[in-house]
């Protein structure tokens, strides 16, 4: 059974003072170095997690965004041990999920990985389902009261990467481009579900959404329905030069300009249960920010806030003002 990377695994090499171990992945070492018994054990142990969730959320610097990385999920980490470190035998192999709930009552088999924080969906954009497990996906859309099962397919670790993740491709991983499925027999796609999932069909129109993924390794998304306002920071770099003074010369020059964009949104009103969601945003390390009158581009995104609260309706509606950082600053020279 795979375990969530964010719970401790140790592996026994024996009752040695010390040893040499590796941890490799389809066979390519990963890891190499020398453990030493603690004073106070008979077992000489080593914690694993650390190396296996680096090796995990490694981003290649040289893969552009819509290439994905050959990702499959849960992952297979070999631990061996040697004397010398030439002769090798295997401890064990563990099997990794890319979870970081801390909920140890988490099972994705069952639960599925898909926890959206108010599911309001737009008709211009994508939704995406991840599977640990291979098999159908398969959409049940209501259509103004009529009801359509869509297959989506079968999700393979090959052809169903997700095209705006280098860290997951998910390989596990579904697109439902609600677009391609607005009308069925002349009515109107008003929500559909997906497993456990529910996504209602907004007619408000809103014009930005973050992508996001969640502590259980799913990806998932919010419609921005309230005031979003759009901000520029520009750091210039400058330099003093002699010039001729018998004319209207230039004496400081400025050679490069760095652009930073940030938006400050609004997430709407929410309900207790769906402000209950917010961290899941508010904490995730791999945000994409997507405007939906371009609805195939995806911008890595930072979340800039730093504090907040899970709020309850004890003082009116709720609602979240976050702040978003373009994770690609611009450069002008």
């Known amino acids: ?18 040893r040499y171990f590796r941890i ?26 650390d190396v296996c969730a680096d090796y995990m959320s490694q981003r290649p610097a040289s893969v552009p965004i819509t290439t994905p990385s050959a990702v499959t999920f849960p992952m297979s980490f070999t631990v061996q041990s040697s004397s010398n470190g030439s002769s090798w035998s ?8 890319d979870d970081w709930s801390y909920d140890p009552s988490f099972d994705p088999s069952t639960m599925g990985m898909a926890f959206p924080i108010t599911g309001r969906v737009d008709l211009r954009q994508v939704v995406y389902q991840t599977r640990y497990a291979s098999g159908d996906v398969t959409a049940v859309c209501n259509y103004q ?47 559909f579900t997906i497993g456990l999932a ?6 408000k129109c809103p014009q930005y959404v973050l992508y996001y993924k969640n502590p259980f390794g799913g990806y998932d998304h919010l419609l921005m329905e309230g005031l979003c306002q759009k901000n520029v920071a520009v750091s210039r770099d400058t330099f003093v030069a002699d010039y001729d003074n018998t004319v209207q010369g230039r004496e400081t020059w400025d050679f490069q300009n760095e652009i930073t964009e940030s938006w ?8 207790e249960d769906e402000s209950s969601r917010m961290p899941y945003l508010l904490n995730s390390p791999d945000v994409f920010f997507c405007d939906l009158t371009q609805p195939s581009v995806m911008v890595p995104a930072i979340i800039d806030t730093n504090a907040y609260q899970v709020k309850v309706r ?10 978003v950082k373009v994770a690609q600053n611009k450069y002008a020279r």
Not at 264 to 271: A, H, S, V, W
Request: proline residues 2%.
């Open 24 to 49: 490799q992945v389809g066979g390519n070492t990963i890891y190499s170095g020398r453990a030493y018994r603690a004073a106070s054990s008979g077992t000489l142990y080593v914690r694993i997690n």
């Open 145 to 191: 009261g009529t009801a359509r099962n869509l297959t989506l397919g079968t999700v393979t670790p090959t052809s169903d990467a997700f095209k705006i993740s280098l860290t997951h491709a998910g390989a596990q991983c579904k697109q439902f481009p609600v677009a391609d499925y607005v009308t069925y027999s002349g009515k109107t796609l008003t929500s």
């Open 198 to 203: 529910s996504y209602k069909v907004t007619t």
């Open 314 to 323: 004890t003082t009116g509606m709720i609602n979240y003002t976050i702040s």
């Open 90 to 97: 295997t401890v064990e192999t563990v099997q990794f999920n």
């Open 264 to 271: 400050t949104m609004n997430t709407g009103y929410l309900t």
């Open 1 to 18: 059974m795979a375990v969530p990377i964010w719970k401790d695994h140790f592996s026994s090499l024996g009752s040695y003072s010390n």
